[in-house]
Nanobody, 113 residues
Framework: QVQLAESGGGLVQAGGSLRLSCAAS????????MGWYRQPPGEQRELVAA???????NYADSVKGRFTISRDNAKNTVYLQMNSLKPEDTAVYYC???????WGQGTQVTVSS
């Protein structure tokens, strides 16, 4: 049973924008801090951004000012708006529900120079 379903990845030129979405079940969404992680080719997975059920957010230094995480409680969905994308943002992006340690299947983001 898929509990986190991601969408929105793709290929974009440097300077462009993408929005990732992660739909969760109602229970998972309500009880968890939701986060986005990424794993560049040949590297370890890293936290990009997270948002608590109370809408507190934190970001990796590398994306501050460019990425915005948000959640829509009515749709049980968390978003990652990515602006001013750089080639170094290229990675597989994963949605995470922290408390339940759930992961999405991943979505590829590729930024061309």
């Amino acid at each position: 049973q898929v509990q986190l379903a991601e969408s929105g990845g793709g290929l974009v030129q440097a300077g462009g924008s993408l929005r990732l979405s992660c739909a969760a079940s109602k229970t998972v969404f309500r009880l968890n801090t939701m986060g986005w992680y990424r794993q560049p080719p040949g590297e370890q997975r890293e936290l990009v951004a997270a948002i608590t059920s109370g809408d507190s957010t934190n970001y990796a230094d590398s994306v501050k000012g460019r990425f915005t995480i948000s959640r829509d409680n009515a749709k049980n969905t968390v978003y990652l708006q990515m602006n001013s994308l750089k080639p170094e943002d290229t990675a597989v992006y994963y949605c995470n529900a922290r408390t339940d340690d759930l992961w999405g299947q991943g979505t590829q983001v590729t930024v061309s120079s």
